[in-house]
């Protein structure tokens, strides 16, 4: 069979993938782009955003049958169409995936872009669509899917997961949510705001991820309210009635459906990984630095979802973007990587940036905090409920990270980011300008808190004004 030769070969369409391609181009090599599957980024088609479509139907719907406490009535009346709810999330996703497509592969010749699944032959040999390409570097970018277990199969389109929840064309009665990390939580929640009776399970004893003891105890009394919650024990089915009875511990009970939400694995089956002559760990992958996305001293590079290193949009793309630079100039240059930050956009929203609660030494570590309740905006917002901590060196005050669970969390959690990336101490942010009412002053309470329990103090104390220069 005839080889032909590009600069690079990138295996995956999705938001890594495109973004190695970005860096390819701009380097001016050639390249093939390799996608097996359903086109579209997993955000766009199965991810991110139809969930935020289900979700803010679910809260918007949710705040309607509320309104009473406001001197509103009939918003007990309102009444949910779940097919048509359905359909407009499908409109949206639909609409999101012809935007990436058209942004970024629309146009590509078919010898550019092979929609087909590739096998690596040696680490720089691919086979993908009867023929064979021989590539200067290779990108590994073919992202993640929901893990089920063999034996949960055998329950057919009676358990479901993230990749085919939005093409029901109606909701069940009843429903168990297996796993409560973000996707759990947030669809969770959703779909009881919505009128299911959902029951969430979890083998763990936490919430959307949240390591902060004093933060999970309120996230699980707030949302507790929505859905019971089984905390701590593994989680059984099996066949009750023409329904699945799920079971951890001696809570039981029967549903119509299962949301599997218990992890992700990567996309590596049939890729040929086992080419690269290097030890494969236990999901498949192969060793690799998540600074610089080579694989060994391989002229391989992977990317995104596909190495489970941080499953967000924004970091896949930047890996992307890291394996792409260095795959088009044949190097290994290491790239500093953001601060990290979650969001969970469950209601309120649990939020976590920087290092987290088990990461930190007590005997450095100085911890402001603050309950939501006092806070001005919330009180008028109806959204009380919540609290946010903050974790700083003791010694120079200096911001590590935080944990909240609180209303307009997404954006109190980026401010964090920025000042703990910009490495503001809480002296610094506290002669920054905080408006009245907003939600940002439940960050000056916490930040004032921190500050009276660290060390290094401003030079003439918190005062906002600077004084004029002679």
Known sequence: MEERFVDVAIIGAGTAGLNAMGQVRRAGKTFVLINGGDAGTTCAR???????ALIQVAEDYHKGTHLRRYGVSGGAE?????PETLEYVRHIRDTLVDRVLTNSTDGLAPEVFIEDYARLLEPTLIEVGGQRIRAGAVVIATGSRPLVPEAWRAFGDRLITS?????LETLPASLAVIGLGVIGLELGQSLARLGVAVTGFDQLDTLGGIRDPEVLTQAKAIIGKDLPLHLGQAARIEEDGGQLRVSAGDQSVRVDQVLCCIGRVPNVEGLGLE???????????????????????LPVYIAGDVDGERPILHEAGDEGKIAGFNAARGGNTAFRRKVPIAITFCDPNLCAVGARFDELDPATTAI?????APVGRALVMGQTQGLLRLYGDKASGRLLGAEMIGAKGENLAHLLCWSITLGLTAGQMLRLPFYHPVMEEALQAAL??????????NSGGLLELAEIEN
């Open 46 to 52: 199965v991810g991110c955003m139809p969930s935020k």
């Open 78 to 82: 309102l009444k949910l169409d779940a």
């Open 163 to 167: 990749d085919n929840l939005f093409e």
């Open 275 to 297: 080419c690269l002559g290097l030890p494969l760990d236990r999901r498949g992958l192969p060793p690799f630095d998540n600074r610089t996305m080579q694989v060994g001293d």
């Open 368 to 372: 402001g905090q603050i309950p939501f």
């Open 448 to 457: 004032y808190h921190l500050y009276s329990q660290v060390d290094a103090k």
